[in-house]
């Protein structure tokens, strides 16, 4: 076989297995419309950050509208409507948790067609100075309390709020008999989101942290489709009953009076703890070295 021939025998192989490996993803996260489907992530996010490397509010807006819903089902009069959502902060201290509660009215049409189960897509778009630990979230996900959930954008959990950027937390929600309770045509979801404060910037008083409205999706298997493609239909918040879809937190902020003492303090502490450790170390040496020729 002369060379030429086997360079284009393992160049066609390579394309065939890239062409197979990517039709593998794409029925496993499709977006399917009545004419074509998109290729796209599991999560919504993961696609914008793809594109771009910052949170930017009217950034995301334009994808979610033209990216995404412009291959989601393009018969979207059978979706769900959203009739209330209700936000507000719960607990005390610089750990609390966002809750969300959402009432989604069924179509007669939709019920008939849609599966058992179904998405429900909470997207947060958190302010500077807040974030959500991932690893927390992966915890609740292993237990159930989620169906999927991520943080993307700044995951750096130790800076403080003026030197970090802004992330976003995904979250997905299965909505079965466990998350909702059903009255005819009507589902009630809950959801609490554990949240973290950032440092603030030394001032006097509080910093207000505002949160926006979140972006809620819906995504269901097409029915007469393949397994794995699924719509994605966006919930509108504008008619809407809410309480207040704009908590706001006031984290303390550091006192600028008390950062020479508090310096001094952390100073002191750290060269105490060296020296302990220093000290530690050279007693475990004499002691092993001591053991050592009692030995031999």
Same mark, same amino acid.
């Not at 003026?162 to 059903?182: A, K, P």
């Not at 220093?278 to 475990?284: G, H, L, T």
């Given at each position: 076989m002369k060379l030429h021939d086997l360079l284009a025998r393992c160049l066609a192989m390579i394309i065939t297995m890239t062409l197979i490996a990517r039709i593998g993803s +794409?029925? *496993?996260? /499709? $977006?399917?419309?009545? *004419?074509? /489907?998109? +290729? $796209? *992530?599991?999560? $919504?996010a993961k696609s914008y950050f793809s594109k771009h490397d910052n949170l930017v509010d009217s950034n995301f807006e334009d994808f979610i509208a033209h990216d995404m819903l412009s291959s989601a089902c393009g018969n979207a009069k059978f979706a769900p409507k959203l009739p209330a959502l209700h936000r507000k902060l719960i607990g005390e201290g610089s750990h609390r948790r966002l809750a969300s509660s959402l009432r989604l009215k069924m179509s007669s049409e939709f019920i008939s067609r849609s599966p058992k189960s179904f998405e429900v897509i909470i997207i947060e778009r958190l302010p500077s100075g807040v974030f959500a630990d991932p690893f927390e979230l992966q915890h609740l996900v292993q237990r159930g309390v989620f169906r999927d959930a991520a943080v993307f954008g700044d995951t750096n959990l130790e800076l403080p709020s003026f030197l970090s950027n802004r992330s976003l937390v995904e979250v997905h929600l299965e909505v079965n008999s466990n998350l909702t309770s059903q009255q005819k045509d009507e589902l009630d979801i809950h959801m609490e989101l554990p949240l973290h404060a950032r440092y603030q910037p030394l001032g006097h008083g509080f910093s207000r942290v505002k949160f926006s409205s979140p972006d809620l999706l819906l995504r269901c298997n097409v029915e007469g489709k393949q397994h794995g493609t699924s719509c994605l239909f966006l919930l509108d918040k504008q008619n809407a009953e809410s309480n207040d879809n704009h908590p706001v937190w006031e984290v303390p902020c550091g006192n600028r009076e008390h950062t020479k003492v508090v310096s001094a303090f952390t100073f002191i502490s750290a060269v105490v703890s060296a020296l302990l450790i220093i000290v530690a170390s050279i007693r475990y040496s004499d002691n092993t070295a001591s053991n050592v020729l009692k030995q031999s």
């Amino acid at each position: 076989m002369k060379l030429h021939d086997l360079l284009a025998r393992c160049l066609a192989m390579i394309i065939t297995m890239t062409l197979i490996a990517r039709i593998g993803s +794409c029925l *496993d996260t /499709a $977006v399917l419309s009545e *004419d074509h /489907a998109l +290729c $796209v *992530d599991k999560y $919504v996010a993961k696609s914008y950050f793809s594109k771009h490397d910052n949170l930017v509010d009217s950034n995301f807006e334009d994808f979610i509208a033209h990216d995404m819903l412009s291959s989601a089902c393009g018969n979207a009069k059978f979706a769900p409507k959203l009739p209330a959502l209700h936000r507000k902060l719960i607990g005390e201290g610089s750990h609390r948790r966002l809750a969300s509660s959402l009432r989604l009215k069924m179509s007669s049409e939709f019920i008939s067609r849609s599966p058992k189960s179904f998405e429900v897509i909470i997207i947060e778009r958190l302010p500077s100075g807040v974030f959500a630990d991932p690893f927390e979230l992966q915890h609740l996900v292993q237990r159930g309390v989620f169906r999927d959930a991520a943080v993307f954008g700044d995951t750096n959990l130790e800076l403080p709020s003026f030197l970090s950027n802004r992330s976003l937390v995904e979250v997905h929600l299965e909505v079965n008999s466990n998350l909702t309770s059903q009255q005819k045509d009507e589902l009630d979801i809950h959801m609490e989101l554990p949240l973290h404060a950032r440092y603030q910037p030394l001032g006097h008083g509080f910093s207000r942290v505002k949160f926006s409205s979140p972006d809620l999706l819906l995504r269901c298997n097409v029915e007469g489709k393949q397994h794995g493609t699924s719509c994605l239909f966006l919930l509108d918040k504008q008619n809407a009953e809410s309480n207040d879809n704009h908590p706001v937190w006031e984290v303390p902020c550091g006192n600028r009076e008390h950062t020479k003492v508090v310096s001094a303090f952390t100073f002191i502490s750290a060269v105490v703890s060296a020296l302990l450790i220093i000290v530690a170390s050279i007693r475990y040496s004499d002691n092993t070295a001591s053991n050592v020729l009692k030995q031999s």
